[in-house]
């Protein structure tokens, strides 16, 4: 499991796009790049999963660039409701059963 | 379909009590997991079972006990609870490695509150 750093909090505003960025500078050649949303007093829920390019789904949008040493989940204008915990993970899907999470990234949203 | 269920919700328990925390899937998962998170604080996990027959130590096992009962139950127990183990306990379940459908999905359950005193 490639270890990952994440900013510990972010604040933005309604209505505007917010990326959060993920750093794994030890990615290895068969890690995929998952994002998790955590609400409060809630499990985390899985939201997007990548392995290269750009991945695309109702909830964000995940971009990774060539070299895969970092990722950025890209929320389009976000709402109240989007504050949470984000909790960036990277790992071989097919082998690694042992999934830790990190700190994650504490979004608020103001109004 | 209720995905993962976790008994009890909530839990207050006296230091030196012990107590299990249950866990099922109906999903059909081959992995399943127990992590804790303390107030403000990100997930550790505490024992994972990749299969049916197999479990194996997380970040923070000690205090701690598991039994993969069969392929959709996965039980914590606390032997003697202490006030340090007074946390938010999250059952999460998987497809699992080596099957067509592997992904870092994991599917959680609502959680377990326990208070230790």
């Known amino acids: 499991l490639a270890k990952t750093t994440q900013p510990i909090s972010m604040d933005s505003y309604e209505g505007q796009e917010v990326n959060i960025t993920c750093s794994h500078n030890?990615?290895?050649?068969?890690?995929?790049i998952t994002w998790y949303q955590q609400f409060p007093s809630q499990g985390p829920r899985f939201i997007i999963q990548?392995?290269?390019t750009k991945v695309t789904n109702e909830v964000a949008s995940l971009f990774i660039p060539a070299d895969r040493k970092s990722s950025t989940l890209s929320l389009p204008r976000v709402s109240l409701s989007d504050t949470a915990v984000y909790y960036c993970?990277?790992?071989?899907?097919?082998?690694?059963?042992?999934?830790?999470f990190g700190k994650g990234t504490r979004l608020h949203i103001l109004p | 379909n209720a995905g993962v269920t976790q008994t009890p919700k909530f839990q207050v328990l006296k230091t030196g009590q012990s107590m299990t925390l249950q866990c099922a899937q109906d999903?059909?998962?081959?992995?399943m997991y127990w992590y804790r998170q303390d107030p403000g604080m990100g997930l550790r996990l505490i024992y994972y079972?990749?299969?049916?027959?197999?479990?194996d130590k997380g970040e923070v096992p000690n205090g701690y006990n598991v039994s993969r009962l069969n392929k959709r139950e996965f039980s914590l127990r606390l032997e003697s609870a202490a006030p340090s183990q007074t946390s938010v306990y999250f059952c999460?379940?998987?497809?699992?490695?080596?099957?067509?459908?592997?992904?870092?999905?994991?599917?959680f359950g609502p959680g377990t509150r326990l208070t230790v005193t």
């Open positions: 030890n990615i290895a050649t068969n890690d995929y």
């Open positions: 999903m059909n998962h081959n992995s």
């Open positions: 993970l990277v790992g071989d899907r097919g082998r690694d059963d042992k999934i830790i």
């Open positions: 990548g392995y290269k």
């Open positions: 079972s990749a299969s049916e027959g197999t479990t």
């Open positions: 999460a379940s998987r497809p699992g490695t080596y099957t067509p459908e592997s992904s870092y999905e994991q599917y």
